[in-house]
C-alpha cells in the first residue's frame, strides 16, 4: 500500500520518463501535410450511392425473375390441362363456355331492357278538370223539356218448378204373327211415363186409354224382326215410342219412357 505522497511521486516520474506510447507531434504534422486538400468529406449522395449496390442485387433478381416466369405460365398449365383426366379435359371448357354464354346473355338483355325502357313512351298527363260555369236561364227563354228518367227493368221472375210424376202403363200382352206363317209369339210390356205438370195440376187420367191404345198401336204395327231387336236395342224403342206418343198427342207432357219389363214369349 502506498500512501498519498508516494503516488504522487510515481506519477511524475513516469510523465518525466519518454516510452514507446508518447505522441509525435511532429510526425503526425508531417503526415498531415502530405495528404491531398481536395478530398472533401462523404456528401449524403455518396452514401446512398454506396448502399445503393447493397440492395441492387435483390432487385435485379425479381426483376429477371418476372419476364422469366410470364412465358411458363402458358406452357405449366398446357401440361397440367392434359395432365387432367378426359372427362375433365371436356367439363372444364364446358364450364368455361357455360359462363361466358351466361355472361353475354345478362348484359344483352339488360341492355335491351334500358333500350326498350328508354323507348317507352311516357303515360300522357291527365287533363285537367275545368269547372263549367252554370248557365243561368235567360228571361224570356224556354226551358228544355226534362228528359224522362230510365227505370231499371226487373229481372223476369223465374217460372216455377214443375213437378215430375210417374205414371204407369202395365200389362201389355201383344201378339205378334210373322207373314211367312211361321210360329208366333207374344211380347209383354210393362212401361213407366214421366210427366211434367204445373204446380196444382194432376195426372190426365181422362187420357189413359188413349194413351194405352196408342202404344199397343205402336208395337202392333212393327214387323216381328222391329220387335225382336228392341229387346236388345232400348234406346231406339225409347226414341220411336216417344216420337210416335208426340205425334198422337201433341205438347203432351210426357218427358221421358221408363221400361220395367220388355219380354218375348214364345
Known amino acids: 500500500m502506498l500512501t498519498p505522497e508516494d503516488e504522487a511521486e510515481v506519477f511524475f516520474e513516469q510523465e518525466a520518463k519518454p516510452g514507446a506510447d508518447d505522441i509525435d507531434l511532429a510526425s503526425l504534422l508531417e503526415s498531415e501535410a502530405s495528404q ?3 478530398v ?8 446512398a450511392e454506396q448502399i445503393r449496390p447493397e440492395q441492387s442485387p435483390q432487385i ?3 426483376a429477371s425473375l418476372l419476364p422469366a416466369a410470364l412465358p411458363a405460365i402458358p406452357a405449366r398449365a398446357a401440361d397440367w390441362f392434359q395432365a387432367r383426366p378426359r372427362y375433365q379435359k371436356i367439363l372444364f371448357p364446358s364450364l368455361a363456355a357455360l ?6 346473355a345478362v348484359l344483352f338483355f339488360r341492355s335491351t331492357s334500358q333500350q326498350l325502357a328508354e323507348k317507352q313512351p311516357s303515360a300522357p298527363a291527365a287533363p285537367l278538370a275545368t269547372s263549367v260555369p252554370a248557365v243561368q236561364p235567360q228571361p224570356g227563354a224556354i226551358a228544355p223539356a226534362p228528359q224522362p228518367t230510365l227505370r231499371q227493368t226487373e229481372p223476369p221472375a223465374p217460372a216455377p218448378m214443375k213437378n215430375r210424376k210417374k205414371w204407369p202403363m202395365h200389362s201389355f200382352f201383344i201378339a205378334v204373327q210373322p207373314k211367312d206363317n211361321s210360329e208366333g209369339f207374344l211380347v ?4 213407366n211415363l214421366i210427366l211434367l205438370l ?3 195440376t194432376n195426372i190426365p187420367e181422362d187420357k189413359r186409354a188413349f194413351v194405352r191404345d196408342t202404344i199397343f198401336q205402336f208395337f202392333a204395327n212393327r214387323p216381328p224382326e222391329e220387335l225382336r231387336r228392341y229387346s236388345l236395342a232400348r234406346g231406339e224403342m225409347i226414341r220411336n215410342l216417344e216420337s210416335w206418343l208426340h205425334k198422337e198427342w201433341p205438347q203432351n207432357p210426357i218427358a221421358s219412357i221408363m221400361f220395367d219389363r220388355y219380354q218375348i214369349l214364345n
Open 188 to 191: 209383354r210390356i210393362d212401361l
Open 40 to 47: 472533401s468529406p462523404a456528401s449524403p449522395v455518396t452514401a
Open 60 to 62: 435485379s433478381w425479381l
Open 36 to 38: 491531398p486538400k481536395n
Open 198 to 200: 204445373e204446380p196444382g
Open 99 to 104: 359462363a361466358i354464354l351466361s355472361l353475354c
